[in-house]
């Protein structure tokens, strides 16, 4: 998620160009529901291959 101060900047921008600041506000909201309802993807090693074994 952008921090506020990220969010302030690019709010203050749609204001100034005259753009809908709902579109910005409704894309924050759906982006940080969609975080929520998925899972964090699995951290792989440094060859890519997350928890595969080996042997």
């Known amino acids: 998620m952008p921090s506020q101060r990220y969010v302030d900047t690019i709010a203050e921008g749609y204001e100034t160009a005259g753009f809908d600041l709902s579109v910005l506000e409704n894309g924050i909201s759906e ?17 890519g291959f997350g928890e595969m074994k080996w042997w």
């Open 31 to 47: 982006t940080a529901q969609r975080m929520a309802e998925e899972p964090e993807p699995e951290q792989q090693n440094m060859f």
